[in-house]
């Protein structure tokens, strides 16, 4: 690996001494978490620790309408968070040690349908998406907390849903990299439509490897699924980072058990 000199001088009571540092310019691969609706970074946090460790530069954030900014919650819009994405992502690919080139975003139900939408806007070379949620793409800009009822969303979220008619899936149907989709058994706030109908949307991703939790619910309320979906996440990424040629999807789920 080529390296690089950076000539220093060292400040030693009141004079100067001479210094060369002797680096790598490597790039880490970057990692943002994007929490769902009603969360915060807080659970992300100990699990961007364990992705770190592979030799990644992990950023985890507060969506607008949580934590700090919860006064937001019932005006804070899908737009307003979207913005938040963009400005997380940035922050991370304008770290020094982030290769911009080679970054990764990690999002559950809220946090994973605006992780698709951010394909179309930023360069994700790897989209991890546990529960995806979905939603219609009428009302925009109006309170995100208002759209479960203005959207019908248990019975739309039963229906099939063509990828033009979306702009989270139509996002998946142009992006090439690679994909990780997380499926809870029992979880009856993303039925397994939704998961589907991502899971067809991805037709131009490098490699879709799909997921199923055996006995988890949507938020993974066990803590011992908490872990499970982070081990799972974890040796993905392995997987990922050690450049595996694997091009195909993964069409047989894995039944994970915490």
């Not at 946090?111 to 925009?140: C, H, M, N, Q």
């Not at 063509?162 to 142009?174: D, F, G, I, K, V």
Request: net charge negative.
């Amino acid at each position: 690996m080529a390296t690089y000199d950076e000539i220093i001088t060292i400040e030693v009571d009141g004079q100067q001494i001479s210094g060369t540092f002797v680096a790598t310019r490597a790039r880490l691969p970057g990692v943002l978490f994007v929490h769902g609706w009603g969360g915060s970074q807080q659970r992300y946090v100990a699990r961007a620790r364990e992705v770190a460790t592979l030799g990644c530069v992990c950023l985890t954030f507060d969506l607008r309408g949580h934590e700090q900014t919860r006064s937001q919650f019932e005006t804070v819009s899908r737009e307003d968070n979207l913005h938040d994405v963009i400005a997380a992502f940035d922050a991370l690919t304008a770290h020094d040690s982030v290769d911009a080139n080679a970054v990764a975003v990690v999002g559950s139900s809220y946090g994973g349908y605006l992780a698709a939408i951010l394909t179309s806007i930023r360069r994700v070379k790897w989209l991890a998406l546990r529960a995806p949620a979905l939603y219609k793409d009428s009302e925009w800009e109006l309170p995100k907390w208002q759209l479960k009822k203005l959207h019908n969303l248990d019975e739309y979220r039963k229906q099939p849903v063509p990828p033009n008619e979306s702009r989270a899936l139509t996002a998946c149907t142009h992006f090439d990299g690679d994909v990780l989709i997380v499926e809870s058994e029992y979880d009856f706030v993303v039925p397994h439509q939704v998961i589907a109908n991502y899971r067809e949307a991805c037709s131009r991703a490098r490699s879709v490897t799909y997921r199923v939790m055996a006995g988890a619910d949507h938020g993974l309320a066990d803590e011992s699924m908490q872990q499970a979906y982070t081990n799972l996440l974890v040796e993905w990424f392995r997987h990922m980072l050690a450049e595996s040629p694997v091009t195909s999807e993964t069409t047989v789920p894995l039944r994970i058990d915490g």
